[in-house]
């Protein structure tokens, strides 16, 4: 039944919020809670900046308490608050209804939503999405991981969502969308989900709600796509392997369409190959709603985001590149085979529970040292030593400061973390961020003693 949580909240029942990141924050300012009691929990001690002055609260339950006397009518969970234990399967046993920003926006949304998921490439992936359908003339707005929380979305004028979701977001809810795609599949999130098979599966779900869908080749047997991609097969190889509408490739120097010709690869302006792979993705989903010029023009000028293999400094003959977003091993993997030059490598943070033996063959090839600093710092340390030259650093200050003198043999200092921010930031842009601001601060100090 459509509205049912919302029209409950307007009735005035009790609502809590476990959890309160940023969507959470966001619902606190833009569900009608007049006359609601409302209670906070988290499993963290909360930060009572992020409560709007307006809210009156009938209780805060942190900490070791925050599962204590759950007596609410709803209970709104932060994406990253897993809901399978005691007591709130008691909670749910007796009523209390359970739900996030993506089910209450997926509860009311009326308007096409075109959704992407995969260990990597999704937010790239989405934002090229959201170009193209704007270049093809509609109203599209990015949500979910990207962009802004949901349900504040709700009122704008879109006709299409750009929704990317995370494995958090599918473990709960069931987004029903227009067109789908999986960008790949690689062990990730496993301090999180219970196994590498419900992370897995998490993902497919999307693909398995979407009207139609779009896969990589490499994403293993997934029957009925819409359309398929690939950076290594050719159109012909494709075809005899699967049985799709659209199949892009890239051959001969060109992103081709079916076989065809659509744009020279030297007219892309992010052409490395991980980035190729997320633009035939976005093409392949909004393939009949954009046409062909809207499709070049996107591709000619479409610079990419932040924090993703992004080249934001050179100085005395180094590069600079910011990739916080690499947050597990595969995607340092990536980064470093795209940018196939010989690197100091910045690693470390706090761990999703992955194997960083894994990025022993890349180290070798393309990393002249890694300075390895954070909470698995040690963890890393034993997983690549003698692959190459390993330092620990006690912060990423040092660490900057480090790589600036080893890097001057190599031309380029990289941060590509392979684990997560929060031991230190509160998200891989804080941390992005702090990397540029380091470095920068590090070269005019330099330049005002020389």
Not at 83 to 104: N, P, Q, Y
Not at 409 to 434: E, F, I, Q, V, W
Request: with cysteine; glycine share 6%.
């Amino acid at each position: 039944m459509r509205d049912l949580v919302f029209e409950k909240i307007k009735k005035g029942c009790k609502v809590g919020f476990f959890g309160l990141g940023r969507s959470n924050a966001s619902l606190l300012s833009c569900l009608p809670l007049e006359g609601c009691s409302v209670t906070l929990r988290s499993d963290k001690i909360i930060d009572r900046t992020l409560i709007p002055p307006n809210i009156m609260l009938e209780g805060i339950y942190e900490g070791k308490d925050s599962c204590r006397d759950i007596d609410e009518d709803v209970l709104i969970f932060s994406p990253s608050v897993r809901r399978e234990r005691d007591e709130l399967r008691d909670a749910k046993a007796r009523g209390v209804i359970f739900t996030s920003d993506a089910e209450l926006f997926l509860e009311k949304n009326e308007q096409q939503i075109f959704a992407v998921t995969g260990s990597d490439g999704k937010s790239t992936t989405t934002a090229m999405v959201e170009a193209l359908l704007k270049a093809g003339g509609h109203k599209a707005r990015s949500i979910g991981n990207i962009g802004e929380p949901m349900v504040a979305r709700l009122k704008d004028d879109a006709d299409i969502f750009a929704l990317e979701a995370s494995s958090f977001m599918l473990r709960y809810a069931s987004p029903r969308s227009k067109r789908a795609c999986l960008t790949n599949i690689t062990p990730n999130h496993l301090d999180w989900h219970e196994s590498l098979d419900e992370y897995k599966e998490t993902k497919i779900s999307l693909i398995k709600n979407a009207e139609k869908f779009v896969i990589c080749d490499n994403c293993g047997d997934i029957k009925g796509a819409y359309g398929i991609v690939s950076v290594q097969k050719r159109f012909a190889d494709l075809k005899a392997a699967y049985k799709a509408e659209i199949y892009m490739t890239t051959e001969n120097g060109y992103l081709c369409r079916n076989g065809e010709r659509l744009i020279p690869l030297c007219k892309i302006r992010k052409n490395e190959r991980h980035n190729l792979q997320n633009l035939m993705m976005a093409i392949a989903m909004t393939d009949g709603y954009v046409d062909r010029s809207s499709v070049v023009r996107m591709a000619s000028n479409f610079n990419g985001l932040p924090h993703r293999c992004e080249l934001f400094f050179s100085a005395e003959g180094v590069d600079y590149i910011d990739s916080s977003i690499d947050t597990s091993p595969s995607r340092t993997e990536q980064t470093l085979l795209s940018l196939d030059r010989e690197s100091v490598v910045i690693l470390g943070g706090r761990s999703k529970g992955l194997d960083y033996r894994t990025l022993a063959p890349v180290l070798r090839k393309h990393a002249r040292a890694a300075i390895i600093t954070g909470e698995n710092a040690e963890e890393i340390f034993s997983a690549i030593n003698g692959v190459t030259k390993c330092y620990i650093s006690p912060d990423l200050k040092s660490a900057v400061m480090l790589g600036r003198e080893l890097a001057r043999d190599t031309g380029l200092l990289l941060l590509s973390p392979a684990s997560t921010s929060y031991d230190a930031y509160s998200s891989y842009a804080k941390r992005g961020d702090k990397f540029k601001d380091y470095v920068l601060k590090a070269h005019e100090n330099s330049k005002k003693y020389k």
